[in-house]
């Protein structure tokens, strides 16, 4: 047999491109394990505040938080956290629509708000006294060579590694899943996400809304300190039309779509705006490689579950890795990569598909149709256990997936 040469390069066990919210959630989840694993973020995060908060903003299921807990990030974030105990959807042509209580669920709340930065910078404060996790930032990879016994990685820096596995966790346009030549499917909504904090003339109450216009969903989730963040998703020209108006012109359409919601809006910060796409990598792993989050699928930002899928991802990847470990399998082998793969899939694609099926539902204008929605909503939320069900569901608590890695 042709023996390999040497790998070049200081070994690690773990390499993970991308330092966002999913690859921290890797490293933290591996974090007692003692792999030495390094983490390559390009820049540190930068918040886009908008009335004090920052304006992307993350609602992480119940499901999630229980996660959150267990491997220890919760305890920096529970007092920073909006908390959501109900939730109304309802369609911009019908009256009516459907509540979502926690307690329906025998749960305090279905989820919490989190800003991205505070969700980032707790992961980090979590991982910092972890001696074994290196996370180098600003820093880039300047080249990657897959070898049939492991990795090597180049830095930007000049350093050099090698290890058994890579992890892409460099989201939607994933540098790292270019290098390893994988296609994406793709569909462009051909819409823009307006984010922004605003202010309502009454308390939310822990309460989110969400309205499918004719024009797309509009979320209003509740923040700390009485404010509200919302997720106003716009075809291009709707949306650009409306990043154009003043605060006051702004504050005026939201009013006329919320329609009353928390007494109307009567504030409203700073907003920006990212395209919507939904993505789905024709391979989440290669030997040698694995991408998690937004790097292997993202997804229209309706139902708030794009980094929830991400966080579900690190964690199975993780309790793969350490299993591997245990029984002396190299974790970077596609059999160990494919068990990932299978767990992650089911999941990935029903969420995918229920966006999918969401969007098209509330897009179609017809007369018959809106009736019909309508109807079918009235009669989900008279449902009991179906609809108990679809909540245990969308909020994450029924997920088979590892809690703490053993
Ligand atoms: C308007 C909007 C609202 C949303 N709301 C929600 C919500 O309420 N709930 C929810 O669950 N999801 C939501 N999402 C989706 C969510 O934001 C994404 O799913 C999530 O950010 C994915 O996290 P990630 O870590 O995989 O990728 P990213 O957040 O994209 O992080 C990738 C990281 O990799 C780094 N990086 C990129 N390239 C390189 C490279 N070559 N080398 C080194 N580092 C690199 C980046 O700097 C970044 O830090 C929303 C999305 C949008 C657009």
């Known amino acids: ?11 690690v066990d773990l390499i993970i491109v991308g330092g966002g919210m999913v690859g921290l959630m890797l490293a933290v989840a591996l974090r007692h394990t003692g792999l030495h694993i390094v983490v390559i973020e390009r820049a540190e995060y930068q918040p886009m505040m908008s009335m004090g908060l ?44 459907i509540r979502y209580e926690a307690a329906e669920i025998g749960e305090d709340k279905l989820g919490v708000l989190v800003e991205n930065a505070t969700l980032i910078q ?38 050099t ?3 058994p ?5 460099d989201g939607g346009r994933s540098w790292l899943r270019e290098q390893a030549d994988i296609d994406v499917f793709s569909r462009d909504y051909a819409q823009k996400g307006i984010v922004a904090t605003v202010k309502s003339r009454f308390p939310h109450q822990n309460a989110a809304t969400q309205r499918f216009l004719d024009t797309g969903p509009l979320a209003l989730l509740p923040m700390q300190g009485d404010r509200c963040s919302i997720v106003w998703s716009a075809s291009n020209e709707r949306a650009d039309e409306l990043l154009a108006l003043s605060d006051e012109g702004f504050m005026d359409e939201l009013n006329l779509e919320v329609g009353g919601v928390f007494g109307g809006i009567v504030e409203v ?26 790097a292997a699928h993202s997804i229209h930002p309706l139902a708030g579950l794009g980094v929830n899928l ?85 909020t994450g608590i029924n997920m088979p997936v590892p809690h703490t890695i053993e």
């Open 1 to 11: 047999m042709k023996q390999q040469k040497a790998l070049q390069g200081e070994y």
């Open 122 to 159: 707790a992961l980090q404060d979590t991982l910092k006294e972890s001696e074994n996790i290196e996370l180098l930032c600003p820093e880039s990879v300047a080249s990657v060579l897959w070898k049939r016994d492991g990795v090597e990685v180049a830095l930007e820096s000049g350093q």
């Open 161 to 163: 590694f090698n290890t």
């Open 165 to 169: 596995l890579i992890v892409g966790a």
């Open 54 to 97: 920052d304006c992307r903003v993350s609602a992480i299921v119940q499901g999630n938080v229980n996660i959150l807990k267990s491997v220890g990030v919760w305890q920096y974030l529970q007092d920073k956290a909006g908390l959501m105990t109900s939730m109304r959807i309802w369609d911009g042509q019908e009256q009516g629509g």
């Open 269 to 294: 910060g700073k907003r920006a705006a990212f395209p919507l796409q939904a993505q789905l990598a024709r391979h989440i792993v290669r030997p040698r490689l694995a991408l998690i989050g937004d």
């Open 310 to 394: 991400g966080l579900r991802d690190a964690m199975v990847l993780a309790q793969e890795i350490v299993d591997a470990r245990k029984f002396g399998e190299d974790w970077g082998d596609i059999d160990v990569l494919s068990r990932y793969m299978k767990q992650r899939i089911p999941d990935v694609l029903m969420t995918m598909a229920s966006m999918e099926a969401l969007h098209r539902t509330f897009k179609v204008q017809l007369p018959m149709w809106i009736k019909l929605r309508g109807l079918g909503m009235k009669a989900l939320g008279n449902a009991g256990i179906v609809k108990q069900l679809l909540m245990k569901n969308a």
